[in-house]
């Protein structure tokens, strides 16, 4: 089945620290990748669409400048998170769809990224 | 706004007991997926409903789509350990695909 890999599983830093965080798709390609942030016992929140080779779509509340996106290819998003404090601490997970299916289709999700900001 | 609804928030059973969490929307859905994510993991899909009144079943796995489209419903029966685990629904009330809050399973062997 679909295999998305996620990068780093886990991260603790100090605060100012800027973070990056990897989302690959392993046997399909995805010109579309989702990131996720997930509060304790909480649900997904969709943060942004990420395009390959154009502009993220970030949602409503989401800084842009602070959680940046870039889908240079069609099995790689990143999402860098710049000078982190403690509020940015959080489950961060990306999904994609295989290119291949239209949008109905389900996403595949990488383990997360558990990020925490001393 | 438009969002997915689910509840409940919690349940806990004993083994063997059966389990349901239900999800609407405000709008009609052209599809419903259901996902479970295990304690410290990522959500894994399970199935999507797609017809009016479809129901689908994974073994003791039972999923029910409404016939307006607009609710959905999972049903556990003869719940055990390995079910241990958050449900969510997600559908597209507007477009981008929305998760419901999550049904937060616990069994208690």
């Known amino acids: 089945g679909a295999v998305v890999s996620q990068h780093p599983s886990r991260v603790i830093c100090k605060s100012g620290t800027s973070v990056k965080i990897e989302c690959r798709s392993l046997?399909?390609?995805?010109?579309?990748m989702f990131w996720y942030r997930q509060f304790p016992k909480q649900s997904l929140m969709l943060m942004a669409t990420?395009?390959?080779?154009?502009?993220?779509?970030?949602e409503q509340g989401v800084e842009k400048d602070k959680f940046l996106i870039n889908h240079a290819s069609l099995t790689l998003s990143t999402l860098t998170v710049t000078s982190a404090h403690p509020e940015d601490s959080s489950f961060y997970i990306c999904?994609?769809?295989?290119?291949?299916?239209?949008?109905?289709?389900?996403?595949?999700f990488g383990d997360g990224t558990r990020l925490s900001i001393l | 706004g438009q969002q997915v609804m689910q509840i409940p928030q919690y349940q806990h059973v004993q083994e063997g007991e059966d389990f349901t969490t239900y999800c609407n929307s405000s709008?009609?859905?052209?599809?419903i997926q259901w996902y479970k994510q295990r304690p410290g993991g990522h959500p894994v899909f399970l199935i999507q409903?797609?017809?009016?009144?479809e129901v689908k079943k994974q073994k003791r796995l039972t999923f029910q789509f409404g016939e307006a489209k607009k609710n959905s419903s999972l049903h556990i029966t003869a719940t055990q350990t390995t079910d241990v685990g958050t449900y969510f629904c997600?559908?597209?009330?507007?477009?981008?695909?929305?998760f419901g809050q999550g049904t937060e399973l616990s069994v208690k062997p």
């Open positions: 999904s994609a769809r295989d290119r291949g299916f239209n949008s109905n289709q389900p996403q595949h």
């Open positions: 990420s395009n390959e080779g154009s502009k993220a779509t970030y």
């Open positions: 997600a559908g597209r009330p507007s477009g981008k695909l929305i």
């Open positions: 709008t009609t859905l052209s599809n």
């Open positions: 409903l797609v017809k009016s009144g």
């Open positions: 046997d399909f390609q995805a010109t579309t």
